[in-house]
C-alpha cells in the first residue's frame, strides 16, 4: 500500500502537531509541550476507536485546509469551528470519511480556541524525545505551512459517523486551584479577593500561557522580591510583578521566579486553555485531596468516554452516498460485496 498524506493547502497561525507531549525533559529545560486541551485528545481517539497517544492537528483559533491522498477517516473535536468537505457542511465531535482528493476546509473558532483534526491512524511525522508535540518556544518542530504532506499512520479501525457530547469547557467557568509554594505569601485577603475577581483571558495567551485580564488592583504577594527562581509547571499561576496572574499552559518555561497564588488542577486545565475571548472564570482554592479526588474522577471519566460514543443522526437530504447507509435494521450496504455473507 502506498503512503498516505494529508496536504496542506492552508494553514490558520500556530497550527501545529500535537499529542499527549513529552514527559521527563525538565532537568534538560524542556517542558512537555503537547495539546494545550488534553481532553480533545482523548475525545477525538474515541470519536475514531483508536489510542489517545496518537497526534493530531491542533489548531489555535482558526483552522484551514486540507486534502488526503487516500480515503481517510477524520474526527474533530475540542473548539468548535466550522468545517466543510467540498462544501457539505461537517459536524463537529464527530467521526467522518474524508474522500481521497476532497477538500476539507476548516475555519475560525466559534467558541473556545483550540480546535483539533484527528486522523485514523494518527500524524505520524517523526518522533523527536518521545514525542511528535511541537515545541513553538523551543524550536522543536514547527508551525505547519501552506505545502506540508503530513504522513498518516496505518489504519487500525474502520469507524466513523460516530458523535459525543464534549465536556463542557468552552465558555469559562469554575477553576480548581491547590495551593503552591508560594501560597503562604499572599495574605489571607489578597487570596479571599483573588477568589472572589472574575477574570477574562487576556488576547495575548499563547501555548507558553494565559494573561488574565480583571479590574481591580493588582494581587501582589510579600516579599517576592526575594524569591529564587526554581522549577515551575503547567497549571502555576506566576503573579507577574505587575500583580497579574499568569497561568502557564504546555509550552512554558521550566523555572521561574515570579510567586505562585496556586496551580489550577489537571482536570480544570482544558477550561483555562479554551476560554474564548470574554469568557469569564473564576478561581476556587480546594485542598490537595480534594484535587487528588477530582484528578481520580477526571480518569474514570477518561476511560469511559468510548461508552459515551453514539451514532451521528445525518439529515438524508445532505447524503451524497444515501444508499451505502443501513438505515434500517437488516438491511445491507450497497458496496457490500457479499450481502449474504455476513448478515444471513
Not at 251 to 272: A, H, L, N, S, W
Request: one cysteine or more; proline letters at 6%.
Amino acid at each position: 500500500m502506498s503512503a498516505r498524506y494529508l496536504h496542506v493547502l492552508e494553514a490558520g497561525p500556530s497550527m501545529t502537531v500535537q499529542d499527549a507531549g513529552r514527559a521527563g525533559y525538565l532537568g534538560e529545560g524542556l517542558s512537555r509541550s503537547g495539546a494545550a486541551d488534553a481532553l480533545a485528545l482523548a475525545e477525538g481517539a474515541a470519536l475514531l476507536r483508536q489510542g489517545a497517544e496518537l497526534a493530531t492537528v491542533e489548531m489555535a483559533g482558526m483552522g484551514g485546509a486540507f486534502r488526503p491522498s487516500h480515503d481517510m477517516r477524520i474526527a474533530l473535536s475540542g473548539a468548535p469551528m466550522r468545517a466543510d468537505v467540498d462544501g457539505a457542511r461537517l459536524t463537529w465531535n464527530a467521526s467522518h470519511l474524508l474522500p481521497a482528493g476532497a477538500v476539507l476546509r476548516i475555519g475560525a473558532a466559534e467558541a473556545g480556541t483550540y480546535g483539533y483534526l484527528h486522523l485514523g491512524g494518527g500524524v505520524a511525522t517523526p518522533s523527536v524525545l518521545g514525542s511528535r508535540a511541537a515545541h513553538l518556544a523551543a524550536g522543536v518542530g514547527g508551525a505547519l505551512k501552506v505545502g506540508d504532506e503530513l504522513p498518516v499512520g496505518d489504519e487500525t479501525s474502520d469507524a466513523v459517523g460516530l458523535t459525543l457530547d464534549p465536556a463542557p469547557r468552552f465558555t469559562g467557568g469554575e477553576v480548581r486551584v491547590t495551593e503552591s509554594m508560594q501560597t503562604a505569601l499572599f495574605s489571607g485577603e489578597t487570596l479571599s479577593r483573588f477568589e472572589s475577581t472574575e477574570f477574562t483571558r487576556d488576547a495575548r495567551a499563547n501555548r507558553m500561557g494565559v494573561r488574565m485580564a480583571f479590574d481591580g488592583a493588582p494581587f501582589a504577594a510579600e516579599g517576592q522580591l526575594a524569591i529564587l527562581s526554581e522549577v515551575i509547571v503547567p497549571g502555576d499561576i506566576q503573579m507577574t510583578g505587575d500583580g497579574t496572574p499568569f497561568v502557564l499552559l504546555p509550552e512554558c518555561q521550566t523555572t521561574g521566579g515570579y510567586p505562585r497564588i496556586g496551580t489550577v488542577i489537571p482536570p480544570d486545565m482544558p477550561r483555562v486553555a479554551q476560554a474564548g475571548p470574554g469568557a469569564a472564570l473564576r478561581f476556587r482554592f480546594i485542598s490537595q485531596q480534594e484535587g487528588v479526588d477530582a484528578l481520580r474522577r477526571h480518569r474514570d471519566a477518561l476511560a469511559a468516554l468510548p461508552r459515551g460514543v453514539r451514532a451521528l443522526l445525518r439529515d438524508p437530504a445532505q447524503m451524497s452516498d444515501l444508499l451505502s447507509y443501513q438505515l434500517i435494521d437488516g438491511a445491507v450496504s450497497a458496496h457490500d460485496p457479499d450481502p449474504k455473507g455476513d448478515h444471513e
